[in-house]
């Protein structure tokens, strides 16, 4: 497999520098973008925890292996906290040595010119093939790409060893890695099985590559121990992923996802692709000859190597089912390996056959072809429109421009980036919410999906006492918009979080941010009094006394309510109509034998009436129970639309049971619609009464 070349020495080594150079400047101009993909804030918010003397899993929660994140808190340790351009920087530092290390497997498993190939290929993809998103961030997968390149290197040098910690490292930057262990364990398994090794010598050809890869692990494992966040690192990083992220998508899903490089492959270099069927269909037909030549025997275990790492890679990058594109980083450079292996072969096996006057020719017009069609792919890539910036940018600002640099800031939301754009620590440890409220990013995101199940056990309590230990001068709420589908998650879906924001803080700029999806909460200085919203006393006494509801020809009173716009009990075409604009909210405590709640609720006609310049955007109906112990349980939630939807403008009825405790409190919440705009949100609840068990 190692033929000489022909090639000046010093010619391989130019290449490679220029083609690092170019990687460089290809990527160049995307260094300055704020933040590729929401991966790349979740990594600066942690590095801004550790950098600050904190501990990964015990201090800053996210569910992958340590390495990433440690490896950017050094690098903000040297640049500067949450320097994108330093990100941005690493990672084309990052495939620019990967592809080095594929450079040198493919001079040693074949030629020079494969190597050169392999590189190429590598260096094109990883800037033109996937979405920009995708392309550009610093993602775990370009850490597993590089690890597992040189790793694949050292193990054919005869460096097991060095290859096993290779993989480890590996596994420490995301663990399905851990699969591409398979390829040297394959190798040793079969040249076992050929030469017939006994199980000792096996296992003793197999040790030191196992010994390489516990050995980054057992080092990881000693330093989260001594920092008491071992126990919640194998959490995160393991069970957590198992228990509830993984479940999410099914095996059929998984499969599926495993076509799509093949189909970006396919779309974008039609031949490469090709070649690389070819190339592995050859590679495969030999590894299962039953009686290879001497050459060919010397040569087939790099090809299972690479055979065995394909599969590996590509199910590695598959077994999360959801078919992002940075997932597949991981596969990348073994295909890269295997076309760079046929490209080069290609003009030579030309050359060989027996009509190679004419095929040899037609051989280097395919290769150059491929090289056209590289190019013009990049050019393409580049000329496309620029990601938008996220619309969490103004909200951050504002935070930024109205905080100290030493302040700390909470976001409810999946929005990390808001961390990063205003520049400001985390107060919690959960960098995103998504534990405190169980949505599993990008997959149980419907509306009506209750993801209860998913709550880590714990984490609310948690989160309480690191914002009571230290209360952030700000706090973010994404719900009011589809911020990547938190409009399932108000604060009140959290009553203790709801409870403690408003004790202690009050909303600014609400007209300039709820418009745009985000609620700004700022902590209150010492001394000023909490705002009236949520407590009795903003509905004056007479109003309270009209809205009792009624139970067998009596009235339970009001307990507590807050409408700020007013609120009031009438008559209206037959029905006893309870108005209460949005927002608002009307407590009432069930009569002992209760065993249900009827009645109705709608939005006046006039509020989306054809005439009306402001009509409403709709407004949210909940209602709760709330037992003696103070856990909630909720009855209903049901978004009006009327402008948008016809079927939302009757009267909506409903008939509610109460759990078998008997007593509680029952509340009535109207919020305003998506957007928070308040206008025209003319709401009302109908006939409310109490249905008594017998």
């Known amino acids: ?21 170019g990687i460089f400047a290809l990527r160049w101009p995307t260094f300055g973008f704020k933040v590729w993909n929401v991966d790349e804030a979740i990594h600066a918010a942690v590095a801004r925890t550790l950098l600050d003397g904190g501990v990964l899993y015990r201090d800053a929660v996210d569910q992958r292996t340590p390495l990433t994140y440690y490896a950017v808190a050094a690098l903000f340790g040297v640049t500067g906290a949450n320097n994108v351009w330093a990100l941005h920087a690493l990672a084309a530092a990052l495939i620019a040595a990967t592809g ?18 392999a590189m190429l ?21 370009w850490f597993v790409a590089l690890f597992t390149s040189w790793a694949a290197w050292a193990f054919q040098r005869g460096a097991r060893l060095g290859a096993g910690i290779l993989f480890g490292l590996a596994f420490l930057s ?221 909200t951050a600002e504002y935070v930024r421009d109205h905080s100290r640099p030493d302040d700390r800031i909470f976001v409810w939301g999946y929005h990390p980036d808001i961390y990063l754009f205003a520049d400001r620590q985390p107060a919690s440890r959960f960098v995103y919410a998504s534990f405190l ?20 056990p714990g984490a609310r309590e948690t989160l309480l006492r690191e914002l009571t230990a230290r209360p952030p001068a700000f706090i973010v709420d994404c719900s009011p918009g589809p911020n990547r589908s938190w409009q399932k998650y108000p604060l009140d879906t959290f009553p203790a979080l709801r409870d403690f924001v408003d004790a202690r803080y009050r909303v600014v700029e609400a007209a300039q941010f709820i418009p745009q999806g985000y609620r700004i909460y700022r902590l209150r200085p010492a001394g000023e009094p909490a705002e009236t919203a949520g407590t009795a006393s903003e509905l004056p006494p007479a109003a309270r006394a009209r809205l009792g509801i ?34 608002s909210r009307l407590t009432y405590r069930c009569p002992p034998r209760a065993a249900a709640l009827l009645g109705g609720f709608g939005i ?31 009855l209903l939630r049901r978004l009006l639309r009327p402008r948008e939807q016809e079927a939302d403008r009757p009267v909506q009825a409903f008939r509610l049971e109460f759990p078998a405790e008997p007593g509680g409190l029952v509340v009535l919440i109207i919020d305003p619609g998506p957007f928070g705009n308040v206008a025209s949100d003319w709401t009302f609840w109908t006939d409310l009464r109490f249905e008594i068990s017998r």
């Not at 290390?101 to 190939?117: D, H, K, N, P, V």
């Open 437 to 456: 409220t169980g949505l599993i990013p990008w997959t149980n995101t419907a509306p009506g999906k209750d993801t209860s199940y998913a709550i880590v």
């Open 121 to 141: 290929l590598f260096s094109v993809f990883a800037s033109a093939l996937f979405h920009p998103g995708d392309a550009f961030a610093l993602n775990t997968e």
């Open 100 to 117: 080095a290390g594929l450079f040198l497997l493919g001079r040693e498993w074949q030629r020079t010119g494969a190597g050169l190939w």
């Open 604 to 634: 006046r006609p006039g509020a989306y009436a054809p005439d009306n310049r402001g009509a409403t955007d709709g407004a949210e109906f909940i209602i709760r129970w709330r037992g003696a112990d103070g856990a909630e349980h909720e």
């Open 550 to 583: 009624g139970v067998l020809g009596e009235q339970v009173p009001l307990t507590e309510g807050s409408a700020p716009h007013g609120a009031s009990r009438n008559l209206v075409d037959g029905r006893v109509e309870y108005f209460a604009h949005a927002p």
């Open 1 to 21: 497999m190692n033929a000489p070349s022909r090639l000046p020495r010093w010619l391989p080594w130019l290449t490679i520098l220029a083609l690092a150079a």
């Open 174 to 394: 995301k663990q399905p890695a851990l699969l591409d262990l398979g390829a040297p364990v394959a190798v040793l398994l079969h040249a076992a099985w050929r030469n017939g090794a006994g199980a000792r010598r096996t296992l003793a050809r197999l040790a030191p590559v196992g010994a390489g890869f516990l050995a980054p692990l057992a080092a990881a494992a000693v330093y989260f121990a001594l920092r008491g966040a071992l126990a919640d690192g194998i959490f995160y990083s393991w069970t957590y992923n198992l228990r509830y992220y993984g479940p999410e998508i099914t095996a059929t899903e998984r499969v599926a996802s495993a076509f799509r490089p093949f189909a970006l492959l396919g779309a974008h270099y039609p031949l490469v692709l090709a070649v690389a069927a070819g190339s592995a269909g050859c590679a495969l037909f030999r590894v299962l000859q039953r009686k290879p030549d001497v050459t060919e025997e010397a040569g087939n275990p790099a090809l299972l190597y690479l055979l065995v790492w394909s599969v590996t890679s590509l199910a590695a990058a598959a077994a999360g089912g959801r078919a992002f594109d940075h997932y597949f980083i991981q596969f990348l450079p073994p295909f890269c390996l295997v076309a760079g292996l046929g490209l080069d072969a290609l003009p030579r096996c030309a050359r060989n056959h027996r009509r190679g006057a004419w095929l040899r020719p037609l051989a280097w017009l395919f290769c150059a072809t491929v090289l056209v069609q590289a190019g013009r792919t990049v050019a393409a890539f580049l000329g496309q429109a620029r990601l938008p910036v996220d619309s969490s940018l103004r």
